[in-house]
């Protein structure tokens, strides 16, 4: 079974913060795929990056940095220097390559304050 | 490429009657998956589609709720007979194979249905 937990409900920081938002994964494929979306209060759904099982590198774009860990099977993104633009639910999201299945957490809302 | 095109944006209905939402993936794209999204139950799978064909409809809550996907353009959600406990955002969302491209699902808008 595919699960994924995302065990932060809110997280309230204030501007210039740096934040860490926390996703831990299930799945019984050896090969998956992990995804971050952001829903900003417009309520579409938008999608900030792409992981790969075999791929633990960690990666960063711009004020945004991803950690991969396979042995904790966690999946952190953290935003660095937080802007109020920034305030938004992100999700966490699983593919397996056998099921096809895209499955998310409950999502973590992030509210920045000026 | 438009993206995922849904319709309506917005939907009211009075209980017990049928709810029709539509939605246009991307050209190309082999998967078509429909969500339900509450602030109860958050993001869940109702069904999902490859190459038309349903795969897994595990999600879908009950009989009253069924999906098609006639073409590679077009799929529909239908639910029949709607209940105020329907209400939620149906969001429709296409990718292309994750065996292959491992690429994400890209979403549309969204559609807020409110049953009254």
């Known amino acids: 079974a595919q699960k994924v937990t995302q065990a932060q409900t809110e997280i309230s920081v204030v501007e210039k913060e740096d934040v860490t938002l926390d996703c831990v994964y299930e799945t019984r494929d050896t090969t998956y795929y992990l995804f971050w979306y952001k829903q900003p209060p417009s309520g579409e759904l938008v999608f900030l990056i792409r992981?790969?099982?075999?791929?633990?590198q960690n990666e960063i774009s711009g004020r945004y940095s991803w950690n991969f860990q396979k042995s904790t099977s966690s999946f952190n993104f953290t935003i660095t220097a937080s802007q109020v633009v920034d305030s938004a639910v992100y999700f966490c999201a699983l593919r397996g390559v056998n099921t096809d299945k895209l499955i998310f957490g409950t999502g973590t809302r992030l509210q920045v304050f000026p | 490429d438009a993206g995922v095109i849904q319709s309506p944006r917005h939907e009211v209905t009075e209980m017990g009657q049928e709810v029709t939402l539509r939605c246009k993936p991307i050209?190309?794209?082999?998967?078509l998956f429909w969500y339900r999204q509450t602030m109860m139950r958050g993001l869940e799978l109702l069904i999902y589609?490859?190459?038309?064909?349903?795969?897994?409809d595990s999600g879908m809550p009950e009989d009253r709720f069924s999906a098609k996907m006639p073409n590679a353009s077009f799929s529909t959600l239908k639910i029949q007979p709607s209940e105020p406990r329907d209400s939620a955002v149906y969001f429709c969302a296409s990718s292309r194979l994750a065996s292959t491209f491992g690429t994400e699902a890209f979403f549309g808008q969204g559609t807020r249905l409110t049953v009254v």
């Open positions: 050209s190309g794209h082999d998967y």
């Open positions: 992981r790969n099982s075999f791929d633990e």
């Open positions: 589609f490859n190459n038309n064909v349903p795969i897994d």
